[in-house]
């Protein structure tokens, strides 16, 4: 029998300062998230300028001495808010594909596929483009330029379901036929955009000992088995546990199930985020109730979990970056092609679908929010080296800008969408859904 070798314990001051990063990181996250929302903007926003503020970029100036001793860069002491951020990412990402509304999508493929693939295959190639031109300015000095390139492409190509659910239920548009389309459309392509970064990383973290072709290979086997047997067993697990008048057993199975579908493609060397959406919208096909079980869930996660992730994702934000003028450049024009890119994108698959004007225009700015996605991509970047903290930076001011534009844009293009009779029926069914809810807004019922 092997004998349990004893490993070193957290020292107290290792776990004094762990305790005071992350109380530090939430509560600075929830109050400029409040203030954010209070002028207007997302809360993500608020929660990411935490990380400025404490980060390189303004206490690492005005007080280094400080800013390193309260988040010291020795590797056992950063693991430990990285293994927190990682748990909070992948339970984020799985709680988001539980709330994936896949009749949703069945209802209008073709123009969801349309508008899907438009604002996918437009910004990834933009992207594609810039990197290659930007890479000496922004790619790492051992990353492969084609490599840097792709990665940049998947980054600006992506969308942000939380972020564009939140500001359609703030909005108001929940109930309307582009909210809709918007959703099931960015459903869409974070799903392809999450595959698009497991082929990407694959490529990156390939050795000898593993190549590509035996990582598609898994995933694709991967994908195969969730269809055949995953999706069967886990609705098995979560409607007997539903079943239990204790709220523990399905938040308990739902977590297990996200966290080893994580595992499983970390395995297959394969992202774990991908695993942990894949799990969750496995969780999502369980049934209404057992996803109204989910709320406490969704609760701790969006209200403690997200936000620790989203400040301490800003602690690798270095802004000095941007007083290079050529860094500077790089950023103005990589922030023009990711909006533009989607726009044109989403507009195209609407003009194709027949849509109207302004139903295009609003579907690019929904669209164009990427919010806590592309901070999740260009974290796995940083992780495997094809990013460095100042392309870091730029695809951060990215996500944070364009989830800043999208609410302004698209209540300018709705109020040129006239409401139909249809969608007035279903603002007034989401009222009467909601009207126990106080934490939701009713959607509004005006045109």
């Keep these: 029998m092997l004998a349990y070798v004893p490993v070193p314990s957290l020292s107290s001051h290792q776990l004094l300062l762990f305790l005071l990063q992350v109380s530090l990181l939430l509560l600075m996250a929830r109050a400029l998230g409040w203030l954010a929302n209070r002028v207007g903007m997302p809360a993500v926003a608020g929660e990411l300028l935490v990380g400025v503020v404490l980060g390189p970029s303004l206490l690492g100036n005005v007080g280094p001495a400080s800013q390193e001793w309260l988040f010291p860069p020795t590797p056992s002491q950063a693991h430990l808010l990285d293994a927190l951020c990682q748990f909070a990412v992948i339970l984020l990402v799985g709680v988001t594909g539980a709330h994936i509304d896949v009749k949703a999508v069945r209802t209008r493929m073709g123009t969801v596929v349309r508008v899907g693939l438009g604002a996918l295959l437009v910004p990834l ?7 290659f031109a930007f890479a000496p300015t922004l790619a790492p000095g051992d990353a492969e330029r084609p490599l840097f390139a792709l990665f940049l492409g998947v980054a600006l190509c992506v969308s942000a379901i939380p972020v564009i659910a939140k500001t359609l239920s703030d909005m108001g548009l929940l109930h309307r036929d582009v909210g809709q389309l918007t959703l099931a459309a960015g459903m869409f392509d974070d799903a392809a955009g999450w ?3 497991t082929v990407v990383s694959a490529t990156a973290t390939t050795t000898a000992g593993g190549s590509l072709a035996l990582r598609m ?7 195969l088995l969730v269809r055949l047997v995953g999706l069967r067993v886990v609705r098995a697990v979560l409607r007997r546990s539903a079943a239990s008048a204790e709220q523990g057993p399905v938040l308990a199975s739902a977590v ?8 499983a493609t970390q395995a ?6 991908f695993g942990a959406f894949v799990a969750g919208v496995c969780v999502g096909t369980a049934g209404p109730e057992v996803r109204a079980r989910l709320a406490p869930l969704r609760a701790v996660v969006l209200s403690v979990l997200a936000p620790v992730f989203l400040a301490a994702a800003g602690l690798r934000i270095d802004l000095t970056a941007l007083a290079d003028p050529p860094v500077l450049l790089s950023a103005f024009v990589v922030l023009v092609v990711a909006v533009a890119g989607k ?3 989403a507009y195209l698959g609407a003009y194709t679908s027949r849509l109207p004007h302004w139903e295009g225009i609003a579907l690019g700015a929904g669209l164009n929010a990427r919010g806590v996605v592309e901070i999740v991509v260009a974290t796995v970047g ?3 080296d094809i990013l460095n903290t100042t392309s870091y930076t730029v695809v951060v001011l990215v996500a944070v800008s364009t989830s800043l534009m999208a609410p302004p844009v698209l209540r300018l ?4 969408v006239e409401q139909s009779a249809e969608e007035g029926l279903r603002a007034r069914e989401y009222a009467q859904d909601w009207s126990t809810d106080r934490a939701s807004p009713a959607p509004s019922t005006e045109s």
């Design 343 to 345: 726009f044109l994108g």
């Design 217 to 223: 290979a898994g995933l694709a086997g991967f994908l």
């Design 195 to 197: 595959l698009l970064l």
């Design 413 to 416: 293009a709705m109020r040129r």
């Design 268 to 273: 297959l060397g394969l992202e774990a985020v």
């Design 256 to 263: 297990v199930v996200v966290l080893l579908g994580a595992a």
């Design 125 to 131: 190639a933009a992207g594609i483009g810039v990197g």
């Design 382 to 384: 940083l992780q495997i």
